[in-house]
């Protein structure tokens, strides 16, 4: 059976998966094999490798993103035994207005993706550096782009515009929406698990290192908190959230630089900048000071001012579902959040969300944990378009 291995670059992390394709044509669900990633990447990064029985982790110390791929691919190449890697197919951050759906990755639209690195600044480099990357180690593979951009579009227009003149508009300043992978499979899941659900309305909120929420209508994006930047809606591990465009006027008048404010905005800002602590809610859920618990207090406001607001878009809620690392496995973040959102119907049975149980509800609306799987919907992607 051919392989399909993912790349999926995040702004502290890469992650990697190991796939048995299917059937040919894209038919059939690919078969997990393996996973790895390296976290905290920095000075103290880990790689962890899972091949079912066979676990791995391992402390790598200093790595950027180009030597934690490689030390990766070498973790997994034991597993390879000699089988053709079809398809590589590559989590992609910003596919711009156009792109509703994955693609083969040609040289055309390689550089049409490296023209929108500077709406996507802090991932984009990185899916093209691994993209680059992988070219060079499987040079035979055929290479796929899963965008995160591609399941906003359609938005509605007042859901997809600002409002600037309009041929910025046309131009392509407009609402574009990210961590479309991840919506994805949780829109499949719960069409899967929970198909009455799925036909309702649901709100999805996708907590992590990056953080932001989705309004789904019979399983189609109709909403999303982040924007124009992978910056707006909610304050994330190191990036601001949704801010007053008149701060960065006001900032460039005070002399700082694009570049300054770049790296303020991305890199300084969110949990680590309230906190002036960490970026990790793990770090601050277990810290004892007033600056954790301010910045605990401020990112469980703007979650249910989020909430509300997609609610507001929706007309109503038929179901709420957390997801990524903070949504899956912080009760107290959820919690504290909820405790503001009784009037939607929104409300937690204490055990079971200290439990990270699948459902958590105590009131009318269900509310549910469920993880997402962005590597799936890459490889499945990947299979799909692969001759």
Not at 208 to 222: E, K, M, T, V, Y
Not at 366 to 383: N, Y
Request: proline share 5%.
């Amino acid at each position: 059976m051919r392989l399909i291995l993912t790349l999926n670059a995040g702004s502290s992390s890469i992650k990697v998966g190991l796939y048995e394709a299917g059937a040919a044509g894209g038919l059939g669900e690919p078969r997990e094999l393996a996973r790895g990633q390296v976290e905290a990447l920095g000075a103290a990064a880990v790689m962890e490798i899972d091949a079912g029985r066979a676990r791995a982790r391992v402390e790598i110390g200093v790595a950027d993103h180009a030597t934690a791929l490689a030390r990766l691919i070498a973790g997994l190449q034991p597993l390879f035994a000699g089988r053709e890697i079809a398809a590589v197919g590559h989590r992609i951050v910003h596919g711009g207005a156009d792109i509703d759906g994955p693609r083969l990755l040609t040289p055309e639209l390689v550089a049409e993706l490296e023209a929108l690195t500077p709406l996507a600044p802090l991932h984009q480099p990185h899916n093209l550096a691994g993209l680059r990357a992988a070219m060079t180690a499987f040079p035979q593979a055929c290479q796929v782009a899963a965008f995160d951009t591609a399941f906003h579009r359609g938005h509605p227009f007042v859901n997809d515009t600002f409002a600037l003149p309009r041929r910025f508009y046309e131009a392509g300043v407009r609402r574009y929406g990210f961590h479309g992978l991840s919506y994805d499979y949780i829109a499949g899941r719960l069409a899967q698990d929970h198909p009455e659900l799925a036909r309702g309305r649901v709100i999805v909120a996708h907590l992590g290192n990056g953080a932001s929420l989705c309004a789904l209508d019979g399983g189609r994006s109709i909403a999303s908190t982040m924007g124009f930047s992978a910056l707006d809606g909610m304050p994330m591990g190191t990036r601001v959230g949704q801010l007053d465009p008149g701060v960065v006027l006001y900032l460039l008048e005070q002399g700082m630089s694009g570049g300054e404010i770049t790296d303020l905005l991305y890199r300084e800002s969110g949990l680590l900048g309230l906190s002036g602590l960490s970026h990790d809610m793990r770090v601050l859920l277990a810290t004892d000071s007033a600056g954790a618990e301010e910045a605990i207090a401020y990112f469980t406001f703007r979650l249910a001012r989020e909430i509300g607001g997609l609610a507001a878009a929706l007309g109503g809620v038929d179901a709420l579902v957390f997801t990524g690392g903070i949504g899956e496995n912080a009760g107290p973040i959820r919690a504290r959040a909820l405790e503001r959102l009784g009037f939607l119907g929104l409300s937690v049975d204490p055990a079971r969300n200290a439990a990270n149980a699948a459902m958590i509800h105590a009131g009318p609306v269900p509310i549910l944990v469920m993880p997402t799987d962005e590597e799936r919907v890459i490889a499945r992607a990947a299979m799909a378009l692969a001759p």
